[in-house]
């Protein structure tokens, strides 16, 4: 029979003390204006306030104003001096969210109560969005004890099936957020099944091919391989095993899945089962989207708002506008 860990007290305590690390990674930064779409229920609202109350992000909650008022009231949040832009439903607030950006109003989007797929009807909305050159895709940031520095993973939020035209956008994205983060040369490793190339598994074909891409300068500012297993890109002992003589293997910084599905059950174990801290943004947008799942923490919300103020603060030092 497994065994409860022997000081669960402690185990709370030691993901405390990260989550705190990587709050005071934003430390003395100024707070990001960011509209918060359809904070209508407690985890989204009281995410988004305690990001303010830390000093993250200066909020606008988007959404129907009574029932903000009414989930507030209910959870003791609250209100004085946070502006509401009031809404009829989900759709208006994903409109209203998008349009405070291009207005120059807000620096990034939260997302709140409502489904993905509404808000970023909005942002990729060719007429009134926020779309950019590049294909927009999902990353999470995770801190996972037993390994030594903080991953990359994408994507598991936005792209169901990347082609190798959409993994091109996809891979640049999230080395220029490595970038951001202070990683000038990240290590990434393309994963697959198995680290050998085989007609068999189209997955480790598109491996192959980015890497050569990055070998001729289309994919620019990191080192690939690939296709590398999972164990073999986290492991040099299960890298060395397996005769895999690589500078990414056993070393990785960034794990780029297959598709969604691997990439949100990869994710979903990592935090799960292995306590690993979590924090998700929308790249490749003219400003980054704070995209969580509605099953997700307050914590996990405001490690988000961390993520996307130090993005914002980053791009500003660069000079990038949004």
Known sequence: MLQAPADPKAFLAERAVRFQNFLNQAKGLTPVVTSVCHPCDAVSLSGALMARRDGLIEPILVGP?????????????????????????????????????????????????????ELMAEVVSRDHGLRTARRISHAMWAQVPTYDKPLLITDAG???????????????????????????????AILSAVETVTSAIPSTLEAAALCKMADRGQIKGAILDG??????????????????????????????????????????????????LMAGVVLGARVPIILTSRADSAETRTASCVLAVLMVHARKKMGVKS
């Open 65 to 117: 104003e009574s029932r903000i008022r009414a989930v507030a009231a209910q959870e003791g949040l609250s209100l004085e001096g946070v502006e509401i832009l009031s809404t009829e439903h989900s759709l208006e607030s994903a409109e209203k969210a998008v349009a405070l950006v291009r207005q120059g109003r807000a620096e990034a989007i939260m997302k709140g109560s409502l489904h993905t797929d």
């Open 158 to 188: 936005i792209n169901i099936a990347p082609d190798l035209n959409a993994k091109v956008d996809i891979v640049q994205n999230v080395i220029d957020l490595a970038h951001l983060l202070g990683t000038p040369e990240p290590k990434v």
């Open 227 to 276: 296709p590398l297993a999972f164990d073999n890109a986290i492991s040099l002992a299960a890298a060395k095993t397996k005769g895999i003589n690589s500078p990414v293997a056993g070393n990785a910084d960034i794990l780029v899945v297959p598709d969604l599905e691997s990439g949100n059950m990869l994710v979903k174990q990592l935090e799960y089962f292995g306590n690993a």
